[in-house]
């Protein structure tokens, strides 16, 4: 009797690996490609870690912003940024690098700013100074302080 051959496990880098890389090449041809890309990787993957549909949401929010699909770019930047626990735990030492490198705090802001949900953008703000990610932050939620 022939044994089954072991299915192909992936470590959770090699899947961050994977999607930067089809992310990467899809957007040559523009964000629409590029959001298209990420689209078939959430139907095809259901399985996807949750470190992995954080940045997955954070490249997909960036994408929205450069098209301007604000609803889609918030929903997208609150899902990456809800997701922040599950990239510490998939990055572990690398977790500030991952962090700064994500968009979803200032594709975020920008989103809720342009839909008027100005309390949202202030509450990503403050989640951003919250995690030291720069004065930069702090000058935004001091622009916005007016809404609160």
């Given at each position: ?6 299915p192909v496990r992936?470590s959770?880098?090699d899947?961050?690996d994977?999607l930067?890389?089809?992310h ?8 629409e ?9 959430f139907?095809a ?5 949750n470190?992995?549909k954080?940045?997955a ?5 960036d ?12 929903e997208?930047?609150d899902?990456?940024?809800?997701l922040?626990p599950e990239l510490?735990a998939a ?8 962090l700064?490198?994500?968009?979803a705090?200032e594709?975020g ?7 008027g949900?100005f309390?949202r953008a202030?509450?990503?703000?403050d989640?951003?100074?919250?995690l030291?990610?720069g004065?930069?932050y702090e000058a935004k939620r001091d622009?916005?302080?007016?809404a609160?």
């Amino acid at each position: 009797m022939a044994r089954r051959p072991e299915p192909v496990r992936k470590s959770v880098k090699d899947v961050f690996d994977d999607l930067a890389a089809g992310h990467r090449e899809a957007a040559i041809v523009g964000a629409e490609a590029a959001l298209k890309y990420l689209d078939r990787t959430f139907e095809a993957q259901a399985s996807l870690p949750n470190g992995v549909k954080c940045v997955a949401y954070d490249l997909m929010a960036d994408d929205c912003a450069q098209l301007g699909r604000w609803e889609r770019c918030a929903e997208a930047a609150d899902k990456a940024l809800a997701l922040l626990p599950e990239l510490e735990a998939a990055t572990g030492h690398g977790y500030r690098t991952a962090l700064e490198s994500l968009s979803a705090f200032e594709r975020g802001i920008q989103a809720h700013s342009e839909l008027g949900q100005f309390d949202r953008a202030l509450a990503i703000c403050d989640q951003a100074v919250a995690l030291g990610l720069g004065a930069h932050y702090e000058a935004k939620r001091d622009s916005l302080d007016w809404a609160r």
